[in-house]
């Protein structure tokens, strides 16, 4: 059973970078699969950000593609977030997920990490 | 940028039948766009239901179907429960690695 667990920072002070840790248990990463990151600001919506292959290929959503930067770090079996230039438009839950695919569903859900940016 | 829309709340009776449609800002949607659907209640992470149009991930009962009706995908719930009282989202394929959610949809059994 695939396993994710975020961690980071919970507070972000406005124009800094938001870093995000996503921990994968239960399958190697450089085995396959890709690897993503929505997030989903109180009381709304889900928002992709991105995902990464284990080769690194990365995919962006478009409006966030110049502030995010994924990687995966197959020697610790996780991936990361990079957000810069955050701003109180960027509070959120952010979640960490895995697919088979970009067309696949992500079927593997970490429970979620708030965070808040505000100074 | 294409905005996928959805019902932002829809309301069914328990026992009844609904669905949900999710469909594009510009064009129709069709299976070429993989729709899936997750059902999330509060406080927890979204869970698959529905994927690659009307494929059921694992566990999902059968009273949940989805199809694309006209120019939209749709998710049918049959056989209504208050447990099925969630956000519902869909999710369409762009290409080129892309994906969008559309806004949610909030259902309530009553």
């Known amino acids: 059973q695939v396993q994710l667990q975020e961690s980071g920072p919970g507070l972000v002070k406005p124009s800094e970078t938001l870093s995000l840790t996503c921990a994968v248990s239960?399958?190697?990463?450089?085995?396959?699969?890709?690897w993503g990151w929505i997030r989903q600001p109180p009381g709304k919506g889900l928002a992709w950000i991105g995902n990464?292959?284990?080769?690194?290929?990365?995919y962006y959503n478009p409006s966030l593609k110049s502030r995010v930067t994924i990687s995966v770090d197959t020697s610790k079996n996780q991936f990361s977030l990079k957000l810069s230039s955050v701003t109180a438009a960027d509070t959120a839950m952010y979640y960490c997920?895995?697919?088979?695919?970009?067309?696949?569903?992500?079927?593997?859900w970490g429970q979620g990490t708030l965070v808040t940016v505000s100074s | 940028q294409t905005v996928v829309t959805q019902e932002p709340s829809f309301s069914v009776s328990p026992g009844g039948t609904v669905t949900l449609t999710c469909g594009l800002s510009?064009?129709?949607?069709?299976?070429?766009?993989?729709p899936s659907w997750y059902q999330q209640t509060p406080g927890q992470a979204p869970r698959t239901l529905i994927y690659?149009?009307?494929t059921r991930s694992s566990g999902v009962p059968d009273r949940f179907s989805g199809s694309i009706l006209g120019n939209k995908a749709a998710l049918t719930i049959r056989g209504a429960q208050t447990d099925d009282e969630s956000d519902y989202y869909c999710?369409?394929?762009?290409?080129?690695?892309?994906?969008?959610f559309g806004g949610g949809t909030r259902l309530t059994v009553l």
């Open positions: 997920a895995s697919t088979q695919g970009s067309y696949w569903p992500f079927d593997y």
């Open positions: 239960g399958y190697s990463i450089s085995s396959g699969y890709y």
């Open positions: 990464i292959y284990h080769t690194g290929d990365t």
């Open positions: 510009s064009g129709s949607v069709s299976t070429t766009y993989y």
């Open positions: 690659s149009t009307n």
């Open positions: 999710v369409l394929y762009m290409g080129a690695g892309i994906v969008v």
